[in-house]
T-cell receptor
Framework: AQKVTQAQTEISVVEKEDVTLDCVYE???????LFWYKQPPSGELVFLIR??????QNEISGRYSWNFQKSTSSFNFTITASQVVDSAVYFC????????????????FGQGTILTVHP | DAGVIQSPRHEVTEMGQEVTLRCKPI?????LFWYRQTMMRGLELLIY????????DSGMPEDRFSAKMPNASFSTLKIQPSEPRDSAVYFC????????????FGPGTRLTVT
């Protein structure tokens, strides 16, 4: 079974603060993919990043950065110098690939972290 | 390029009525997914299709729910009869085939059953 845990239900910060959203996952697959999605107040789900299990390099995209650590089964997301527009619900998700190489196809989502950035 | 298109964006109906939600995936995408989002249960996968064929419908709540994909550019999710507990936001998502794993979501349909 696969599981994604986002222990932080809600985070509140003031603009320009850095904030880290935690994601811990469980899977028995040796190959898997991790994702982050953003759901702003308007409601749509926006894809942010995909990470492969065989690539542990951290990634930076502007103010966003992701830290992937297989040793701790974590895929944390940091926003540097947060802005009000970052206020949203953020979801971490996992997709496994079984030993035969056939993708399960479906994503397992965490419960989401509500981030509120105050001006 | 157009993203995933869903209609209607909002639907209010009375208990017992039939509801049909529609989705047009991104052109060229081989996979289509239907999700339901509620406060209590979060995001739940209801069913997904690959090349118009249903692959996994284990998330469909009960026989009142049915989904079809008659062609590569159209899918429907039908609830008959609807109940108040079906009130939720229903998302459709699509993704390309092998080598492309991220799903792209539509704007969702907010369903309210009174």
């Amino acid at each position: 079974a696969q599981k994604v845990t986002q222990a932080q239900t809600e985070i509140s910060v003031v603009e320009k603060e850095d904030v880290t959203l935690d994601c811990v996952y469980e899977t028995r697959d040796t190959t898997y993919y991790l994702f982050w999605y953003k759901q702003p107040p308007s409601g749509e789900l926006v894809f942010l990043i995909r990470r492969n299990s065989f690539d542990e390099q951290n990634e930076i995209s502007g103010r966003y950065s992701w830290n992937f650590q297989k040793s701790t089964s974590s895929f944390n997301f940091t926003i540097t110098a947060s802005q009000v527009v970052d206020s949203a619900v953020y979801f971490c998700a996992l997709r496994g690939v079984n030993a035969g190489g056939t993708s399960y196809g479906k994503l397992t989502f965490g419960q989401g972290t509500i981030l509120t950035v105050h001006p | 390029d157009a993203g995933v298109i869903q209609s209607p964006r909002h639907e209010v109906t009375e208990m017992g009525q039939e509801v049909t939600l529609r989705c047009k995936p991104i052109s060229g995408h081989d996979y289509l997914f239907w999700y339901r989002q509620t406060m209590m249960r979060g995001l739940e996968l209801l069913i997904y299709f690959n090349n118009n064929v249903p692959i996994d419908d284990s998330g469909m709540p009960e026989d009142r729910f049915s989904a079809k994909m008659p062609n590569a550019s159209f899918s429907t999710l039908k609830i008959q009869p609807s109940e108040p507990r079906d009130s939720a936001v229903y998302f459709c998502a699509s993704r390309a085939g092998t080598g492309h794993y991220e799903q792209y979501f539509g704007p969702g349909t907010r369903l309210t059953v009174t």
